[in-house]
């Protein structure tokens, strides 16, 4: 019994003294990080370049609040919850991500044209950084003139003392953007009143009804909420929303 615990000892001890040899014997592997290279900037690897794509993700949200369909959609979605008098049915993550799709599927063609004649051409090498972000405004400001105002336009025009541009190519972004976002508020809040209508009237209908039986005691929301659910769903709500949503956009 003694020989098998001192030929284990032997053992280990052996396998140890190799192990620690060996752990000293190799070098530690030298680790260095480097942004960009000297000798050749190609683009989408330049510290440059970085720098602008860690800025656009920064800026992503507001990009995509103020630039694309999702402010109406979020809007449109949050009176229709709020008409249906559900508080958090359906939660905000679902009406978020559903606005968010949408918005995919809306701005799909100006995003495949930013693609096409921006993104992959500056990837190429074919545009630089300034030339490449000029052409992405310009289908960008396309489709926000089609659904702008040209009241809210001017508003913004005459703010800033800018003649009045020719073509969409000279409106400036900066003038383009808030007036875009001005008559998307405009535009989703008229919907939204459309949609608060035949609630309304259930509500009161249901009050009415109420106080006539003399139930005063009685919360009148408890009582129109079921009825409010059954016409959006008898009606098909959610696809009439939606559908009104997708048509609202020239596109």
Known sequence: MNKKIV???????????????QAFAEPLPNVSVSIGDSGSESPGTSALSL??????????????????????IIIVLGFVRTSLGTQTTPPNQVLVGLAMFLTFFIMAPTLGTVNQVALQPYLKGELTQTEALSKAAEPMKTFMMKQTREKDLLLFLKYTKTEKPK??????????????????LRTSFQMGFMIFIPFLVIDMVVASTLMAMGMMMLPPVMISLPFKILLFVLVDGWY???????LSFNT
Request: hydrophobic share 60%; charged share 10%.
């Open 240 to 246: 009439l929303v939606v559908k009104s949503l997708l």
């Open 167 to 184: 073509s969409i190519k000279d409106v400036p972004i900066t003038v383009m953007v808030p007036a875009y976002a001005l008559s998307e």
């Open 51 to 72: 720098l602008l794509i860690i800025t656009v993700l920064s800026v992503a949200p507001a990009i995509l609040v103020l630039m694309t369909s999702f402010t109406r």
């Open 7 to 21: 030929l284990t000892a032997a053992v280990l001890q052996l396998l140890g003294t190799l192990l620690h040899s």
